[in-house]
Structure formats: structure tokens, C-alpha cells
């Protein structure tokens, strides 16, 4: 199989996949008991009357992690098609590349230091 | 035409019947194995050993009512159960068996894997905020920071067998390990500790199942969920283990090496004693906290996952017992260095009482 006809399998395959965890959701609709209630259907919070909204905005530490995590996410794609060819370019290549991480190791240190690594 | 086209038809229909009872036996393993680890005798009722167990399971789940909080987002919360499986399942199409079962023989297939196992924590998101449940969102928010955080040196680690086979094929990364599995090679070793407990984290299992911390925050994401939907749940954790196992035999373990019947049932037990391991963990570890979740990915697993890069460009460039011999003691050296460095016992917050005593 090429690979354009492989991607097109894996789309169709998607696509059935998602009869897998549908079905027997939708089947429990039918079986499954049925009976609502307005104490039943608050939102769980350890037997306590539901208080405010859960929909807020979030900690700022969860975007720092976030900013860091793409910066090494888009080094991972530089990173796979370099190690594809990574014998025949020899040690050029590898200085390249390790420049290339040298650069990111610097960034993580600094990060380390000014305490973004700290989970408070 | 017709004959590729009944093949392709054929193992898609076998990989997604056989991937869900895959994951019911999973179920009833993981329930004995945690039993006896517990000292208890597990599922023993419902057929010889307990074996029906898996099938009574899935008619109580079937049966039970699907309640759905009031003010939620109906159709995320739906959406959710359903995105969270398909994943998974397409993680079973990209695994190689043998050197012609394969459904999807991609020539990026190890890319892709990686690519396809990250998009669950996004269904995590969706149940959460369907769910509009505080403990949901807590634990939704605390499991995408968990998988952006082992991600990384995932992925790092991953990178090493490219450079050394020069293949993201999976068939081919087999091939590559004729000589000698990559477990015995020191970047090899060293890459299979790191995307194991990387990839225990991205499965969301102890000791990283700080998602769900039933004892913390009451399931995490899963808290309004019941009945058929919250199965799914635990469908897609068991088959992204199963699919993470059948992985690292591929990768590190030298997945069925000669072929044929025999190679398939070795495969099947190097991913079997993965799977073992796995559930080992969650029975004799307590979980993470969330701060040294955390830590331990960025300050001791990506310098360790950047180390492993330059031992594999070691031993790739300097071959005989030299190279080895190098690479090895590097990433010895950074593995002292990061922890030591990390696990130095330094006073970080005095607490309160203590302060107001002074």
C-alpha cells in the first residue's frame, strides 16, 4: 500500500472507530433506566449544595508550563526528520543539532532559575 | 482491487472487535493481579476464575442509568466518552504484529503514533467541561498539564531510535534490531526507563493518575459520568496501555524478530510483562504530588531524554565497545547529576505555625 492510500484507510478507519465507544452509549440510552430528578442532577460536589460556577478562569501557571511545552514541541519537529538522516550527515549534522539543543538547554536553565519549573 | 480492498476491510473489522475484548481481559487481569497483590482472591464468581466477570461487567454498565448534572453542555458531555476511545483505537491500526500484519504500514508510522496517543488529553478537556464540575475541571486541568510535561521527554526519547535505525517505520525499527534488541545498548536501556515512565503518565496511570485522584478530587474527570459512558473511560486507559506495551516490545524489546506464529506470540508476551509491571505499579505505589509531577518531568526526565539523544549520537558515531562505554557513562553522569542536584533536601517554605513560633 502507498502511503496516500494508507492515510485515506486511516481516515475511513477514524471514522468507523467511532461506532466502537457510540454504540453501546447509545444503546444504554434505550436500556438504561430513566429517571431525573432536580437534587439527582445538581453537580456533584461531596453532598454539599452546589456553590458558584465552574466555568473560571484558570491559574497562570498552567499557560507558563504551556509556553515552555511548545517550545520544545516544535524542537521535536525539527528534531524527527533530522534523526531520519542523521548517518549520512555525519558530524556536521550533529553540530547543527546539537547547537540547536544547546540553545534550548540554555532556555530550560534560565526557566529553571527564575523558578518557572516551581509548582506552588 | 477487490483483494486489497477485502484485506483492508478485514483488519479494520479485526482490530476493532478484538481490541475491545483485548481490554475487557485487561480489566479482569489488572482486578486479580491487584487482589493478589492485596492479598485478596479477586473475581472468582462468574464463570471458572472469574473469567465471565469482564462480559457481567458490561451488562450492569449497559443497565445503569446515565445521569447528566443539570446546566451541563449535553453534547460534550457525550462527545467526550466517544473522542476518548477512537484514538486509541487508531494507535492499535499504526502497531505492527509481524512483518506483514500491519493495518496502516505508514513510513512515519513512529511519528504518528506519538501524534495520535496525545490527542485524548483534548476528550479529557471535553468530559471536564461538559461535565461543568469543578472536581472535572480540576482534574482535566491538571491532566493536560501532566501530559504537556511528559510529552516532551517522550518525544526526546523517542528520537533516539530514528538516529540509529534511520526509519520511522516500525516494521523497519524491528528489522534494525537483528543483531541485538536495543534494551541491551545504553541509550537503549536508558530510553526505555524514560518513555516508560513518560508514558505511564500520558496513559494516566498510578503513579501519575493524578487526573482521577479519587481520594483528592473524586475521580477528576470523570466525576459526573455513569453507566456506558464512564466505561469508556476505562476502555480507552486500558487499550492506550496495551497499545503503549505492544510499543516499547516494538521499539526496545525487539518486537517478534523471526516472524511467523511464534514471533507474534512473543510479541504478545513482552507486552504482556509490560502490562504486568504496569498494574505491579499501581499496586505497591502511592501517587505523585502534583508539584513533584511536575518537577520530575522538567528537571530530571528532559535533561535525562537530551542526554540519551547525545549517547545515541555516541554510539552510533563511535561503534565497538568505545562508544558504548562512553555513552553509558554520560547518561550515568547526568542521572547523578539531575537528581542529586534535585533531590538535595532544601527547606522551600517554612510553614506557617513554625513562623508564627519565632
Known sequence: MSDRLTYLFLGCFTLAAVAVPAMPIILARFVAPKKPGPIKNQVYECGMETEGDAWIQFRIQYYVFAILFVVFDVEAL??????????????????????????????LIYAWQEGMLEWE | MIDTLVSIILRAV???ALAPVGMMYLTWLERKVIARIQDRIGPNRVGPYGLLQPLADGIKMLTK??????????????LAPVLVVVPSLILFALLPFGPRWVAAPLTTGLLFFVAVGSVGTLALFAAAWGSRNKFALLGAARSAAQLIAYEVPMVLSLAAVPMVTGSLNLVQI????GNGWFLWTPWGAAGFMLVMTAGLAEVNRTPFDLAEAESEIIGGFHTEYSGMKFAMFYMAEFLSMLALSLLLSILFLGGWQNGGMVGLIALAAKAFLLVFV??????????????????????????LALADLAAAALWVLMPGWKGSVLS????????????????????RLTTHWLEEER
Open chain 1, 78 to 107: 525539527f528534531l524527527f526528520p533530522w534523526a531520519v538522516v542523521f548517518r549520512s550527515l555525519g558530524l556536521a549534522g550533529l553540530a547543527a543539532m546539537g547547537l540547536f539543543l544547546l540553545v534550548l538547554l540554555v532556555g
Open chain 2, 14 to 16: 479485526l482490530i476493532l
Open chain 2, 65 to 78: 442509568e446515565d445521569t447528566i448534572p443539570d446546566g451541563a453542555d449535553r453534547f460534550c458531555h457525550f
Open chain 2, 174 to 177: 524491528v528489522r534494525a534490531q
Open chain 2, 278 to 303: 504496569m498494574i505491579w505499579i499501581r499496586g505497591t505505589w502511592p501517587r505523585f504530588r502534583i508539584d513533584q509531577l511536575m518537577g520530575f518531568a522538567w528537571k530530571v526526565l528532559i535533561p
Open chain 2, 328 to 347: 553509558a557513562l554520560l547518561l550515568a553522569a547526568v542521572f547523578l547529576g539531575m537528581t542529586q542536584l534535585w533531590l538535595r533536601p532544601v527547606p
